[in-house]
């Protein structure tokens, strides 16, 4: 307890005659007591004790019984006010009021008085339980308890619930239909995954009566009927459905809406304030993590008094349960699982987002996970199974993978140049209609290389549109790193993105690395060590809808109580303001159109008639003969725009897979 206030009603101006001179003040005593209260000091307020109380309980069983009531309580401060005390004699009363201000029950107020008897030279207490509530009597008990709030929903644009309260599986035994508890807990302990010592343990708890129900373990909704029905050949086995945590789309939104299970030893202690217990459910990953404190809502708690009997006899204090908030989100289910479904067994990422209004509309991450098994408790075999997984289906590509950008990021580069009067529109490198080029004889065997294209001039719209490297090389090392790396860091780069899921921040290069031509050059076409997210990368080129602004991108579009009411909602909110000037994108945007529709364009394979688009193809070198295929393509739509970052982790001769999938997304998407 921080707080102690005790504030005089009415004062004693003179020492009362009642009281007489040769004893000593039972105000001072009384104060004494109740300081001790308030310090929390359970033993020095026994040691004030009268010889009549001391007698009816000992000094172990009176500090056990306060700290029990008031740390189960958890009480922060108690306020206290008294009135005038009132002497007769050998005998003192004074009237308090205790304002009691708790985590649990909120604050509450008694009226007590508090009775004193002089002995021995002192004044002491005369207590009994009704001195810690009035209305506690002896052998009556004071008990706490919890009701659970509703964990809010995660619900799509739409309304259709991501997350929410399901039906899962409860695996039990009834003691009294095992014709062998050996046998029983041999044949069950498999299929549970857990030992055979612990089903025993758990039947033959003390309170276990022949008929109970007896809960072993939980299991999620989607389980197998072959499965179902082994565990119910067993006899003795019950399995009954049950509220848990629900995700009914599997692992499509699994990145996104994370999961929830049993708070760890770590999380119980760092939210011991947060009226968390060892048998709750916590966000672990995802929104589940993140919107933790939106979404748990606050448990409701009633303080009451039972009788020697067990018998309900009156409440003390009492708060409501609130539940928690609904968040609904800016994804279109439909447009997620055509996403996942064009994707199959695909390693990457896809994102679709609104480029006007930075909207996230699907964001899709591959291997996934089913987040199903997690309010359940996962079993070891399944853990394992993901936890050992190479391609790591925890690992939010979208948000946390940090990829070289490749040849997406020379729109950029471009108008860093045209907005340096490096060069114009009509610029023609000399050099770029070589197949590979060195700046200088010093560079030994390294060369710079492009793609081959067809022949001819190469200025800045053939350059984008074909993707030459050479002639992104070349204006890299007109740049310079200092301003490149100025123009970069004004796009976003080495800045963290504010987005409701963790995401990794990304880099022009790497902190302890000086700029060198080599490093320079290979910037210029999206290699050397710049590194960034898929999402962020698709942030980057709402700018080219937007009249040079970046949007940040939005996953939440508001947050309802449990009625529907609005609690918050959320607007579009510009991240880097003409971040590119006007006169660029008065350039770069018809060379990213003609990316999709020239017939010479390395994004042409992707050309839907009818409909307006642009876009960007890059790879980008990861290894072992494993690139990254981007594809950063958006429509110019007024009404409906969206634009697709696509990042798959491919063998080098599977890097064309990237325009299939972007034009089944956008056929489907337009029902063209």
């Known amino acids: ?53 001391k007698s009816n309980i000992d000094q172990e069983t009176f500090v056990n019984r306060y700290n029990s009531i008031f740390s189960s309580i958890k009480v922060k401060n108690i306020e206290i006010t008294h009135n005038e005390i009132s002497v007769e004699s050998d005998n003192a009363y004074l009237p308090v009021k205790i304002v009691f201000n708790t985590d649990t029950v909120g604050s509450f107020e008694n009226s007590y008085m508090l009775p004193m008897v002089y002995e021995e030279n002192q004044w002491k207490i005369e207590w009994t339980p009704s001195l810690i509530f009035p209305m506690l009597e002896e052998d009556d008990e004071a008990y706490l308890t919890r009701q659970f709030p509703e964990r809010g929903f995660i619900l799509d644009r739409y309304g259709e619930p991501l997350a929410y309260k399901g039906l899962g599986y409860e695996v039990a035994a009834v003691p009294g239909k095992i014709p062998d508890e050996e046998e029983f807990a041999k044949m069950l302990a498999p299929l549970l995954e857990v ?228 060069i114009t529109p009509h610029t023609v490198v000399e050099e770029a209609k070589n197949l590979e080029w060195q700046p200088s004889p010093e560079w030994g065997d390294y060369f710079i290389r492009r793609i081959d294209h067809p022949k001819g001039d190469v200025n800045l719209d053939r350059a984008l549109v074909w993707s030459n490297n050479i002639y992104f090389a070349w204006l890299a090392l007109e740049l310079g790193g200092e301003t490149l790396e100025r123009y970069a860091n004004s796009y976003g780069f080495g800045e963290p993105i504010s987005f409701p899921i963790l995401a990794a921040t990304s880099q022009v290069k790497n902190a302890n690395s000086d700029w060198s031509a080599l490093l320079l050059v290979n910037t210029g076409y999206g290699q050397g060590e710049m590194l ?76 839907i008639p009818g409909l307006n688009i642009a876009g960007k193809t890059g790879t980008a070198q990861l290894g072992n003969q494993q690139e990254i295929g981007w594809f950063i393509v958006f429509t110019l739509d007024e009404k409906n725009p969206i634009l697709l970052s696509i990042a798959l982790e491919v063998d080098e001769e599977k890097n064309n897979s990237k325009f299939d999938i972007a034009l089944k997304i956008l056929t489907d998407y337009y029902d063209k």
């Open 1 to 53: 307890m921080k707080k102690f206030v005790i504030s005089f009603i009415c004062f004693l101006l003179f020492l009362s005659p009642l009281v007489g001179c040769s004893k000593a003040d039972p105000m001072e005593a009384s104060q004494t007591y109740l300081s001790l209260w308030s310090e929390e000091n359970y033993d020095g307020m026994y040691n004030m004790l009268s010889s009549a109380a």
């Open 195 to 422: 030992s055979e010592e612990y089903i025993l343990k758990e039947i033959n708890q003390d309170w276990v009566q022949p008929d109970y129900r007896v809960p072993l373990r939980n299991f999620p909704f989607n389980l197998t009927q072959e499965f179902k029905d082994e565990l119910l050949s067993i006899q003795g086995v019950l399995l009954s459905t049950i509220e848990i945590r629900q995700y009914p789309y599997e692992d499509i939104f699994a990145h996104i809406t994370g999961y929830i299970s049993p708070i760890t030893a770590e999380q119980l202690e760092a939210k011991a304030d947060r009226g968390y217990y060892p048998e709750d459910l916590i966000g672990h990953t995802g929104l589940e993590l993140s919107m933790e404190e939106e979404l748990c809502g606050q448990p409701g708690y009633t303080l009451f008094i039972r009788n020697s009997s067990g018998e309900y006899k009156i409440t003390i204090a009492e708060s409501p349960a609130q539940d928690g908030h609904n968040i609904v989100l800016t994804v279109d289910t439909r447009l997620q699982s055509i996403i996942s479904q064009v994707m199959g067994d695909k390693k990457g990422t896809i994102i679709a987002i609104n480029p006007k209004s930075g909207e996230v509309l699907a964001m899709v991450s591959q291997p996934a996970y089913d987040p199903n098994v997690f309010p359940s408790k996962i079993t070891p075999s399944m853990w394992k199974k993901l936890s050992e997984n190479e391609d790591n289906p925890f690992l939010n590509r979208a948000v946390m993978a940090l990829y070289p950008p490749g040849s997406t990021i020379k729109p950029f580069i471009a108008a860093m140049a045209l907005e340096q009067e490096i």
């Open 532 to 607: 960034i997210t898929p999402l962020q990368l698709a942030t980057m080129f709402t700018a080219f809808v937007n009249d040079g602004n970046i949007m940040l991108p939005r996953l939440i579009l508001e947050i309802c109580d449990s009625t529907g009411k609005t609690v918050k909602s959320f607007s579009p909110i510009i991240w880097k303001e003409q971040a590119i000037s006007q006169s660029a994108l008065d350039v770069i945007l018809p060379s990213l159109i003609n990316v999709i529709e020239d017939s010479t364009g390395t994004g042409h394979s992707a050309r």
